[in-house]
């Protein structure tokens, strides 16, 4: 059984000293492609190099709203070149989008989000979208600038919110919210779904399951994720594994990547 972890923060410093080893961990149990969403600048031009040294890695390029505060004043440029410059392991811009947490004005992120819509469109890749609190005003903003897809990531709140994401072509990227039985608005949510809008992530290091709080979260969990999201949808959970390989191929296009393994 094959899974994707579709979003995994594997190059922040809580994996440092032993990515290998926590890669192998993950492949041991499954998880055999991983995509490494970009955050900020400083780490664009690392991405690829990190990637290039472990089979199965992949990364998005993208500046992320809890670090638009501290950004250059020229950064759409630079990630405009490391877009138009970059290999086949960048899947997707992001990630990028809002959040009602930051005390950064609205303005100021809803820029930044519609340049990165922008970007997604020039070079025709989908969005890792991050969206907290902030889900109708991210729906009004991709209803103008149609992107090809994309997830958001780490869904949290309700069925119509998530079936209306699916309906504009934003896949819905299921991680540790659904182990929490108090999570019951987005446990409903993500059961009543079509099974193919939804892709697999850890976020790790951050996101801990239930049972696991306090512990840094880390992508070998992946398969806890599967096994709640099977028995939360009452699904066979290898067919299950299945149809989310194939949903998050459609999401990154990796029928199209030269020597990937369908
Ligand atoms: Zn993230």
């Not at 472990?54 to 440029?77: E, I, N, R, V």
Request: overall charge negative; hydrophobic content about 40%.
């Amino acid at each position: 059984m094959l899974m994707t972890d579709s979003h995994c923060h594997f190059d922040f410093a809580a994996f440092e000293s032993d990515r290998a080893q926590h890669w192998q961990r993950a492949q041991a149990v499954g998880v055999h492609r991983l995509v490494i969403p970009g955050i900020e600048e400083a780490q664009w031009p690392a991405l690829p190099r990190l990637c290039a040294d472990h089979q199965g890695l992949y990364y998005a390029l993208g500046l992320h709203p809890w670090w638009l505060a501290k950004a250059s004043t020229d950064w759409q440029a630079t990630l405009g070149e490391a877009l138009s410059t970059a290999d086949e392991r960048c899947v997707a811009v992001g990630e990028f989008g809002l959040d009602r947490s930051l005390t950064l004005a609205p303005e100021v992120q809803e820029a930044a989000l519609i340049a990165q819509l922008k970007l997604a469109m020039e070079y025709q890749l989908p969005v890792i979208l991050h969206s907290q609190g902030t889900h109708d005003r991210m729906l009004k903003w991709l209803r103008r600038y149609p992107v090809k897809g994309g997830v958001v990531h780490g869904f949290s709140g309700s069925r119509q919110q998530a079936e209306t994401f699916w309906k504009l072509g934003l896949h819905i990227g299921v991680g540790g919210t659904i182990t929490y039985p108090r999570a019951n608005k987005t446990r409903q949510a993500i059961a009543a779904l079509p099974v193919d809008a939804l892709v697999l992530e850890t976020d790790a290091p951050d996101m801990p399951l239930c049972g696991f709080q306090g512990q840094p979260n880390h992508p070998a969990q992946l398969p806890r994720v599967l096994t709640a999201l099977a028995e939360l949808r009452q699904q066979d959970e290898d067919v299950l594994a299945t149809q989310l390989e194939k949903n998050v191929n459609q999401l990154f296009g990796w029928s199209f990547v030269k020597g990937e393994r369908q």
